[in-house]
């Protein structure tokens, strides 16, 4: 059968079709209950999924709605491709996938993929062909959108999505009787949709920012600029706490990796979360020179008021320089309702144990609320405690950083924070990892004393940390 002889009968179909239907007002009827239903069931199993894997998105209603906005647009997009008889590969199916990842997280776009490749076949006439390379496209975007590592990059997500719809339409045409014409003419237009569904993401995304109070991965990847004014004026004013946050930023990002967190987020989190120490630098041990420590001429009480001040100066610091909330939650959520161990049993040592309350000496919380303030919260104690080991073998690293570790958690504090024992045990083997490789020892070289490599080893790589 020619494709004319196709044609001919398919408008001889849509003909009977339409005066069938239109003689009957229960047909039409039930045509459209048919679609209605459908989208129904559709949106039920989506909300079924977002209610089994990431429930946290029914507490935000912000987030539902930027979720059904990318839905409605979509579904618009299609309603335009049908109407108007457009070739059938301009269904973007790629913008649902890339926006929902860049809103959100890469689980999410996935999904968003999956269900809006169901949905072609689902409420339109087009071939299945389409809804397979319409997921081969939405799939690689994501994935363009999940390796993303900095906004220069951004152009890579259209040379993903048109790779993706060159491929998916040659493995799916090559076998139709069309010339290699056609099918050249049917993957330019799947090119086209690349590019389209690219510049709507880039274009839309402030609108969605802004709208829903979402960040987006491109807002993060911004963020991440250690040419950020905000992040200099941390490294002028508190040169050692800037480079401790360099360093959990590391571990963080590494961490997150292996468990499956958002490294990316969780990495900004981390550069951003004791801005607040800026104000008062010298009271925080990592900017304190040698032998001075303003910590010794007042009393517990105030020492434990200053410490906490930085959580509060950070918040409002951050708000003032309109920093995303997620940086927020960082700042906030980094310390949790952790008690400050030290000044707590420093006071105890000096006043009667029924004047001295503990939670004087806690800071505000929240716990945790995510895997990578979780993660974040860690990192911190844990970095600081390393780098303030006079022995840092690997064993006594280890020791450390289990100890911390398994002491945040048999406090409560990572128990709303979404981690399990599982990812407790890799996020414990994986700072061990780094933290032995930066305080590792070097040989000594020929020619040079006993002590010169000590003095160049561990002493030397520990006097970069030693500064954080």
């Known amino acids: 059968m020619t494709k004319e002889q196709e044609a001919i009968l398919r408008s001889l179909e849509e003909t009977r079709a339409s005066q069938e239907t239109a003689r009957s007002p229960l047909v039409l009827l039930s045509l459209y209950a048919s679609e209605v239903l459908s989208l129904i069931l559709f949106a039920l199993l989506f909300g079924g999924y977002l209610f089994v894997f990431d429930r946290r998105a029914y507490r935000d209603f912000a987030s539902l709605g930027a979720?059904?906005?990318?839905?409605?647009?979509?579904?618009?997009?299609?309603?335009?491709?049908?109407?108007?008889?457009l070739n059938s590969y301009l269904v973007p199916v790629a913008f649902m996938s890339v926006m929902t990842a860049a809103l959100f997280d890469f689980r999410l776009g996935m999904i968003a993929t999956v269900f809006g490749a169901a949905l072609i076949p689902l409420i339109t006439p087009l071939p299945p062909q389409v809804a397979f390379v319409s997921l081969l496209a939405g799939a690689t975007g994501v994935v363009g959108i999940e390796r993303m590592r900095a906004r220069s990059h951004v152009y890579s997500i259209f040379l993903h999505v048109a790779g993706a719809y060159l491929i998916g339409v040659f493995a799916m045409e090559i076998g139709q009787p069309q010339s290699i014409t056609v099918i050249a003419s049917k993957a330019s237009w799947g090119v086209a949709?690349?590019?389209?569904?690219?510049?709507?993401?880039?274009?839309?995304?402030?609108?969605?920012?802004?709208?829903?109070?979402?960040?987006?991965?491109?807002?993060?990847?911004?963020?991440?600029?250690?040419?950020?004014?905000?992040?200099?004026?941390?490294?002028?004013?508190?040169?050692?706490?800037?480079?401790?946050?360099?360093m959990i930023g590391n571990l963080v990002d590494a961490a997150a990796e292996v468990i499956g967190a958002d490294g990316l987020k969780a990495r900004v989190m981390a550069y951003y979360h004791d801005i607040g120490k800026m104000f008062k630098p010298e009271y925080f041990a990592e900017n304190q020179e040698a032998g001075f420590n303003k910590h010794e001429k007042i009393t517990p009480q105030m020492s434990a008021l200053i410490l906490v001040s930085h959580v509060k100066d950070g918040v409002e610091l951050a708000r003032e320089e309109k920093l995303p909330p997620v940086v927020i939650d960082g700042i906030r959520e980094h310390h949790g309702t952790s008690v400050m161990a030290y000044f707590y049993q420093k006071s105890l040592e000096t006043d009667s144990h029924s004047s001295v309350n503990k939670d004087d000496f806690r800071y505000p919380g929240p716990k945790p609320q995510s895997k990578e303030t979780g993660l974040l919260m860690c990192a911190d104690s844990v970095e600081a405690a390393v780098r303030s080991l006079k022995d840092h073998g690997p064993v006594h690293i280890r020791n450390m950083v289990t100890k911390l570790v398994d002491l945040r958690a048999q406090e409560g504090e990572l128990d709303e924070s979404g981690l399990t024992l599982s990812d407790l045990g890799v996020i414990k083997e994986k700072f061990t990892s780094i933290l032995t490789g930066i305080y590792h020892k070097r040989i000594a070289y020929p020619g040079q004393?006993?002590?010169?490599?000590?003095?160049?080893?561990?002493?030397?790589?520990?006097?970069?940390?030693?500064?954080v």
């Open 67 to 85: 979720i059904f906005a990318v839905i409605v647009m979509y579904v618009i997009f299609i309603s335009v491709v049908v109407r108007f008889d």
């Open 449 to 467: 004393d006993d002590e010169t490599p000590q003095e160049q080893g561990s002493e030397g790589s520990a006097s970069v940390v030693k500064s």
């Open 193 to 246: 949709n690349g590019l389209f569904s690219s510049a709507s993401v880039i274009f839309l995304l402030p609108v969605f920012e802004g709208l829903f109070g979402r960040t987006s991965r491109f807002t993060l990847l911004e963020l991440t600029d250690l040419n950020k004014p905000l992040l200099k004026r941390l490294n002028m004013e508190a040169h050692g706490t800037y480079h401790h946050s360099m």
